[in-house]
């Protein structure tokens, strides 16, 4: 791509122009946030079971006395030689920053 010069006052008409657009799609994705949190949440009927350890857990366990969870479920081929001891440190790291642990709390959420 060849970038087109321009002086100073044309870029910042232009940057306005786009600012005004970048605003916009801001403005939307916030409100299409808020109607995916508006959706009703549907009551799991199964109990199921986790092996945590040497303990077994129900889902509701897990929970803890949070109303939302996040869970992340990595699946191997069967004859696949890795094994998980820990959670991707990315992911690890990343939840337990400040922010997404302060946007967790706000939400009511925790992570298994």
């Not at 600012?19 to 508006?38: F, G, I, N, P, V």
């Not at 040497?54 to 696949?80: P, T």
Request: glycine fraction near 4%.
């Amino acid at each position: 791509m060849q970038n087109n010069t321009v002086d100073r006052e044309e870029w910042i008409r232009q940057r306005a122009e786009l600012l005004t657009l970048e605003k916009a799609h801001t403005k939307e994705r916030d409100r299409l946030s808020e109607l995916r949190r508006q959706l009703p949440w549907v009551r799991v009927g199964k109990n199921y079971r986790f092996e945590l350890g040497e303990a077994e857990v129900s889902l509701a366990d897990l929970f803890g006395d949070h109303s939302q969870l996040i869970v992340y479920h990595l699946m191997f081929g069967e004859n696949s030689e890795i094994s998980l001891i820990a959670p991707c440190s990315l992911v690890t790291v990343a939840y337990r920053s400040k922010p997404v642990t302060n946007t967790c709390d706000k939400r009511d959420t925790i992570q298994a």
